[in-house]
């Protein structure tokens, strides 16, 4: 994506010769924990070369006029009558990311904007955290708000909440924010404490490949395991107060509060508690270079999100199955929310080509579709890269 390219867009959107400030905001992966942002536990995600930028001027009045140009759509709105829309998503992130300086009594002003992206819609590589990072960046900088990242990310989360209905964690937001070229970021979802951990794969690369399905399940599932995980939690509240989240609870307390209660709930829970103590271990095989280690998690990872929390489906689990063998690939799981969308791989390079071929090929003969691969590299968090 051209800067000069962006500036083109926006200028032919909105007739208008002025130069806009233009935010380029990333996409993510994640390494390992999953599902565990919301429960209070850590996460190893990473920003990638895949970003949303939105290009944005003042206007002489008070409304929000979008264009995104990969649709070729346009969308209008007063400041004042800022609300969620329901038949088309992509302004609600934008719009959303509004709301949270309007709520927060931030005198507010006109704009157009235009919205440019590669980061592939529906492929658990957080587009929409993506855009609304680069709205909240952008709307920092032009009302001068002066907020720190921390503050962003937490507001680029309530967008999505309230102007998208997804429950989320905070990690999709903070990757995009904080993400740096490079290194995997371990961050503590309860205090939001972090550290950047460089990614050394010795000769390996992270390899997406995306299912290009997003079955409809997605949000409501993935609201209805954030209940499950608090009606665990709630359950192990009744004989110990001093419980505050799944980050608190250990298998033994399952056993003993949940499980007799509810062996799906159990289920649920358990993964997570699995996967809390996954990540330590394997963020630590990675810091010590043992990365073969933490392939192996990254495959027990995949079998608990696919058997106990049941957020898999049959085009990731094909995907996975298709590379568990393979001598090149380290560790493969679904990624993200779930569902659809991609797998992460952790393959050698020289094998990269011959293994998209093969598994191209065996994944259209098995569901009928494409796949999509892409090889991530790990680059810096939102930045403003034109005003
Ligand atoms: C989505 C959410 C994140 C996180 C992941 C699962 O990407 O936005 O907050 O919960 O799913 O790990």
């Not at 032919?12 to 380029?24: C, D, E, H, K, M």
């Not at 740096?180 to 404490?193: A, Q």
């Not at 569902?339 to 050698?348: E, M, S």
């Amino acid at each position: 994506m051209t800067t000069d390219n962006i500036i083109s867009g926006f200028q032919s959107a909105f007739g208008t010769q002025s130069s806009p400030l233009i935010v380029r905001s990333p996409g993510r992966v994640n390494i390992i924990g999953e599902h565990t942002d919301y429960n209070e536990g850590f996460v190893l995600p990473a920003a990638i070369d895949k970003a949303a930028y939105l290009a944005i001027s003042f206007r002489n009045d008070n409304e929000i006029h979008l264009f995104a140009n990969d649709m070729n759509e346009t969308f209008s709105i007063g400041i004042d009558d800022l609300r969620p829309i329901g038949d088309i998503s992509w302004p609600n992130y934008i719009l959303g990311a509004i709301a949270q300086f309007k709520k927060r009594g931030i005198a507010l002003k006109g704009f157009n904007a235009s919205l440019t992206s590669d980061v592939p819609i529906g492929a658990g590589l957080s587009s929409s955290a993506a855009v609304e990072c680069a709205a909240i960046y952008a709307m920092d900088h032009f009302f001068e708000t002066k907020l720190d990242r921390i503050t962003m990310v937490k507001m680029a989360q309530k967008a999505e909440h309230e102007y998208a209905g997804v429950m989320c964690g905070i990690m999709d937001q903070f990757a995009s924010i904080f993400g740096k070229k490079d290194y995997v970021i371990k961050l503590d979802c309860r205090s939001l404490e972090y550290e950047y951990v460089p990614l050394n794969l010795q000769g390996y690369k992270v390899l997406l490949l995306n299912t290009n399905v997003k079955h409809s399940l997605a949000s409501s599932e993935y609201n209805t395991r954030r209940q499950e995980c608090e009606l665990g939690v709630a359950w192990i509240q009744e004989y110990n107060s001093q419980i505050k989240s799944l980050r608190d609870v250990t298998i033994e307390m399952l056993k003993k509060y949940v499980e007799p209660k509810d062996q799906l709930i159990y289920r649920r829970c358990k993964y997570v508690v699995e996967e809390k103590e996954r990540l330590l271990k394997g963020c630590e095989e990675l810091q010590q270079g043992n990365i073969n280690a933490l392939g192996i998690r990254m495959f027990q990872t995949h079998e608990g999100l696919s058997k106990d929390y049941v957020v898999s489906c049959k085009e990731l689990d094909f995907l996975v199955d298709a590379v568990k063998n393979d001598p090149a690939v380290l560790g493969a799981r679904m990624m993200g929310g779930g569902f659809g969308g991609c797998t992460i791989n952790l393959v050698k390079e020289e094998a990269i080509d011959d293994l998209i071929e093969k598994i191209s090929k065996v994944y259209t003969e098995s569901t009928g579709l494409e796949l999509t691969a892409y090889v991530a590299q790990i680059e810096n968090g939102t930045e403003i890269i034109a005003q």
